[in-house]
């Protein structure tokens, strides 16, 4: 099976971690200069690093991935300094540099929209699309940008041009699922999950997404429950599973059930979800407890405004 998981990993760059590991041709030199790969590790301020990153690659010690490496460590610094235009300059020379790094320039610009830093992400992606026009993840990065816009049929043109250039990564297919489902076709969509989940019957994602679709569409309620029961057999008391067996307990009126599972999502997940929280907010409200419903509500519309008006609809796929 072929997949990402994008921006979880290259993502921490934005934290301090290096997007490559850049070696050096000797030990004390990456010791000297290894602020700029991962300055959260030696505790440097933006301007410290900036300075070991401006004294790596004046050094002439780097070539070829380790520079561009270095290029793009800079470009972070400067996003993070406000300084735009000699931040694009490091992220072209980079890029120029090295064409390849164009999926590490991705992963740091999804993680950049994880930040909701837009603008930072689709500069980064427009970038390495021109780098690259046939790197799978870049395209694939592109389309939830243009998800996260409402761009439907955009995010869709660049998803294709990802499945094109991998046929087979399951990241690709799941999001072109969760296209089809925005743009109306919820029959596509589900032919999609439902082939993954026949190809990876024992794969907990895809048996979640299908019964988080199911229940966010309303459809197939009996198989959406059985799929979140499979997906917790395989990885037992995950948050994600929970919620989405959560909304089917909704779908079918079983209060309880439902707050049992938010209550275990919530308390498992240390970052909740806001579909928890409004979800026990209305299987709350729904057996009486309106003072805990009103609380669950209000956390909910703190993470995630307008969550009141797109929950259980196909609008929540976008999030």
Not at 264 to 282: K, M, N, Q, V
């Amino acid at each position: 099976m072929q997949s990402w998981t994008i921006g979880a990993v290259i993502g921490l760059c934005l934290l301090g971690a290096a997007p490559a590991l850049a070696q050096t041709p000797a030990a004390d030199l990456q010791a000297a200069f290894a602020g700029c790969d991962s300055p959260m590790k030696h505790r440097l301020t933006n301007d410290q690093r900036l300075g070991v990153c401006n004294t790596a690659i004046a050094s002439k010690a780097y070539q070829g991935k380790d520079l561009a490496t270095l290029y793009l460590d800079r470009w972070i610094v400067l996003n993070a300094k406000h300084e735009p235009a000699a931040a694009e300059a490091d992220l072209e020379t980079a890029l120029a540099t090295w064409p390849d790094i164009a999926t590490d320039a991705a992963s740091i610009s999804v993680a950049y929209m994880q930040r909701k830093k837009y603008d930072l992400a689709k500069t980064g992606l427009d970038a390495a699309a021109k780098a690259q026009p046939g790197n799978a993840r870049v395209h694939y990065a592109l389309a939830q940008w243009h998800l996260h816009q409402g761009e439907y049929d955009l995010a869709a043109l660049d998803n294709d041009k990802a499945v094109s250039a991998e046929p087979n990564n399951t990241d690709t297919l799941q999001q072109q699922a969760t296209l089809h489902a925005l743009r109306g076709d919820t029959g596509g969509a589900i032919a999609i999950i439902d082939n993954l989940v026949a190809q990876y019957p024992a794969n907990a994602i895809f048996l979640n997404y299908s019964c988080y679709l199911r229940g966010t569409l309303g459809r197939d309620i009996d198989k959406a429950l059985a799929d979140c029961n499979a997906a917790l057999k395989i990885a037992p008391q995950n948050p994600d599973i929970l919620d989405s067996r959560g909304l089917v307990y909704l779908r079918l009126s079983r209060w309880a059930d439902a707050i049992a599972d938010y209550n275990e999502a919530i308390r498992r997940d240390d970052h909740p979800s806001p579909t928890s929280f409004y979800g026990r907010g209305l299987a709350e409200q729904q057996s009486g407890n309106r003072v805990s419903a009103t609380a669950d509500f209000s956390a909910a519309l703190a993470l995630s405004p307008g969550i009141d008006k797109k929950f259980g609809t196909v609008a929540m796929l976008a999030e």
